[in-house]
């Protein structure tokens, strides 16, 4: 007998029970129906609940293209670091890309010779996706599209980040104004102070500590030692924050110096790494410490997983040879570039 026969059957017991017992009063009788009413919706409760239980098996035995296993979905969110580290790269798979400038230094610069990236970043990117067990990929792009500044207008998140060509950048300062819209990894490289840069014995008698309105500054478009930072010293600087017209924004270190040298600004300000060995230039003033929160560092989207793995593989070749040696390599292998080696360039 099905189901549905046992459900109908036990209804017309019910009811003959009613029918035999005798009336007593109205009030008998109206309890009697109502029972007959609970019975009925209460079967039909069942009987709905049925089809949905059967609906319900049938959808997770398959789906549309055969399939007899369940989809596996992964939401972005705030988990532990196992769940964050099975999520994907932005390629949807196992590829982390990373974007790299060309500084022209050992830090990071293209070998023309062998038509590939070299330099210190490389090498760190190198040994912590090897530790890690990763496959990543270098991509090279100019540093506006890893973070982009313009002359009197905040800075924001290049476009190439934020619209996922890539999961980071490679080697950006932590500075107050990016960790409003990136985040960084743990530090691999020391962060570097600001200095004032002029032509070879200051012909223009430029003072760093008095700017004068009708002299304009020059920076590196998108750089950690910018016009924020020099608002942020008002009590050893007189005239910042620079008004707009002071501002000129250069793309490469290259152009800056031209800048400078062919008096189109009155100094320009940058990190004191950006002409070590160039005698060109000069620095005049003291240093401005405190352009930086933070040393050079994977720089991602805030909804990137990117530093789960990253520093957890970064701290286990830190204190090892691994990290000795690529800083070694900073002056050796890459030592015919300009740049910091040793105590100014490695954390240890």
């Not at 800048?259 to 160039?278: C, E, P, R």
């Not at 040393?295 to 957890?312: A, C, E, I, L, T």
């Amino acid at each position: 007998m099905s189901s549905k026969d046992v459900e109908l059957s036990s209804v017309s017991d019910v009811r003959a029970i009613i029918h035999e017992e005798p009336k007593k009063n109205e009030s008998q009788s109206s309890s009697s129906s109502l029972l007959i009413v609970v019975l009925v919706i209460g079967l039909i409760i069942g009987i709905v609940a049925l089809v949905i239980a059967a609906v319900s098996l049938g959808r997770s035995g398959g789906g549309g293209d055969g399939s007899s296993e369940s989809p596996n979905i992964i939401i972005n969110q705030d988990a532990t670091a196992e769940q964050q580290d099975s999520s994907a790269s932005i390629s949807g798979g196992d590829i982390w890309t990373f974007a790299i400038g060309h500084d022209g230094t050992n830090i990071e610069y293209i070998d023309d010779t062998t038509g590939t990236l070299r330099g210190f970043h490389v090498d760190i990117v190198d040994a912590v996706c090897a530790q890690a067990n990763k496959d990543c990929r270098l991509v090279w792009d100019v540093y506006e599209n890893c973070w982009d500044s313009e002359a009197g207008q905040r800075s924001r998140g290049g476009f190439g980040l934020m619209a996922r060509w890539y999961d980071a950048c490679t080697g950006w300062f932590n500075t107050y104004e990016r960790a409003l819209t990136v985040q960084f990894s743990d530090e691999f490289r020391l962060g570097l102070s600001g200095t004032f840069y002029v032509r070879p014995g200051n012909p223009d008698s430029f003072d760093p500590t008095n700017i004068r309105s009708d002299q304009k500054i020059g920076f590196g478009s998108g750089w950690a030692s910018d016009e924020y930072c020099l608002a942020r010293n008002t009590d050893t600087i007189q005239g910042v924050p620079l008004a707009t017209s002071q501002l000129m924004h250069y793309a490469t270190s290259g152009a800056l110096k031209s800048a400078i040298l062919d008096g189109d600004v009155a100094a320009g300000f940058s990190n004191t790494n950006l002409y070590a060995g160039d005698n060109t230039v000069e620095t005049v003033g003291q240093i401005i410490t405190n352009c930086v929160k933070g040393g050079g560092s994977m720089m991602s989207r805030m909804d990137s997983s990117v530093n789960v793995w990253w520093n957890k593989a970064f701290a286990a070749i830190k204190d090892t040879d691994v990290y000795t040696q690529i800083c070694d390599r900073a002056a050796t292998n890459h030592g015919h570039m300009p740049g910091a080696t040793g105590d100014l360039l490695c954390l240890n």
